[in-house]
């Protein structure tokens, strides 16, 4: 797990500029902060315990009231120490745990490690003493940074500029459109751009016009793209234009939109693994959704969450939830929704022959639920490792962008961009180019069917 350190910083200084248009305002400092995660009444869930410089986990000290009684009354002690935070087990019954490995000694803690003291669960995070997350449930969160962003979303509602949001696949863009959107209380509504807007149904300015992926998006998305932002640097009246990108992206737009882009709030998304205290959150609000109610994360569960990378961010989250409750025994949700039995294969790596998933040696699934043009490549890979052939770049062009006409140089270039993503998720070993084409490996891969 890749861990960073406690120092007390700025929350907003230091970091190179986003936006062409950034918040004046600094940020308190930030120290480490203890959540209660797991092992807790399910109202204590979310409380936040300012470390200072020295804490006391256990039953004397009065903020872990009522939180576990397999706490000791003198369980770990927590202390700053030059900048660093260690946590010490106190000869507790129940025994300290860090990222799952009991410790008997002093150990130096960074932001996202896990304690489990007994059977609660305190996941170290860094955020101002007073910090508390805006508590509207636009978008389930428990990290400074997720609120953050929020505000200056919030913010950007009322600045006439184009927004644009990057960050990795899956991380929320979509839901910060949607709630800048909300924020302006415009009557109109949010439109995903995928070609020009119909004869009998043009853009208003009351609208709020998202383009995701540019940088994957075909030239008539590019042209609206364009359209719409000359129209609005001329002042006449436009939707509010919000774009999405990959981060590699964000300093590359294509030239047609970065000629009449001018300013811009420009917006960074954290992928999930840098603000862990959102995964459970958040998995509590799908499931919730996905159940019709409300469905408690056991214990293992939650530790089993909490340790993941999900590199397709909360699409991953959400494709694992949802592969979870359909498991589950019965026809009606659990209460409690916990870790089941799942071994990992000894099969190699594992494809899903429609390419929603795949998996490695070391049952390490990743869902490209949502993401069409991947899971449509993915899926075309498959096949053609079913007749052990190799698919080449118009052949998986055909297949993601079916119908389209486009400039052999954009084909490439597209189908380039897919197959780097794919292997920057994960599939870099087995994802092979040959002679002919590109193709699954074969001796590694299984597909399922």
Known sequence: MRRRSLELVDPRAGAPPTSSVESERAGPASGPVLLVVFGAPEPELGRRIVVGDELLIGRDDARFEGLSRSLSRRHAQLRRAGGALVVRDLDSRFGTFVNGVRTHRAVTLGVGDLVTAGKLGLLVTSAPSEFLPTPDGALAHESFALDALLRDVRAAADAPLPVHLHG??????????????????????????????????????????????????????????????RAAARGRPTPRIVITTEPEAAARLPDRVEAHLGAVVRRS????????????????AVLARLAGRAVAIGSRLARHLLAQRFPGN????????????????????????????????????????????????????????????????????????????????????????????????????????????????????????????????????????
């Open 168 to 229: 990795e696949p899956g991380v929320g863009k979509r839901a910060l459109a949607t709630e800048l959107h909300r924020a302006r209380g415009a009557s109109g509504r949010l439109r995903v751009v995928e070609g020009p807007a119909p004869p009998d149904d043009p853009f208003g300015p009351a609208d709020t016009c998202l383009f995701p992926y540019l940088e994957l998006a075909s030239p008539r998305v590019l042209d609206e793209c364009a359209t719409l932002l």
């Open 269 to 284: 998304v954290p992928p999930l693994r840098e603000r862990r205290e959102d995964v459970l959150p958040i998995a509590r």
């Open 314 to 449: 909360v699409r991953d989250l959400e494709a694992e939830l949802g592969w979870r409750l359909r498991r589950h025994d019965g026809g009606a949700p659990p209460a409690v929704l916990e870790l089941d039995e799942d071994p990992a294969s000894s099969r190699g790596w594992l494809v899903a022959a429609d390419g929603s998933f795949f998996e490695t040696p070391d049952a390490e699934r990743t869902y490209l639920g949502g993401r069409r043009v991947l899971s449509t490549i993915l899926c075309a890979l498959a096949e053609a490792h079913a007749r052990d052939v190799e698919l080449d770049v118009d052949a998986l062009a055909a297949r993601a962008w079916p119908g389209e006409r486009i400039l052999a140089s954009a084909r490439a270039g597209r189908v380039h961009v897919a197959i780097a993503t794919l292997r920057r998720l994960g599939l870099g070993p087995i994802l092979t180019r040959g002679r002919d084409g590109y193709r699954l490996a074969p001796a590694l891969t299984v597909v399922l069917t």
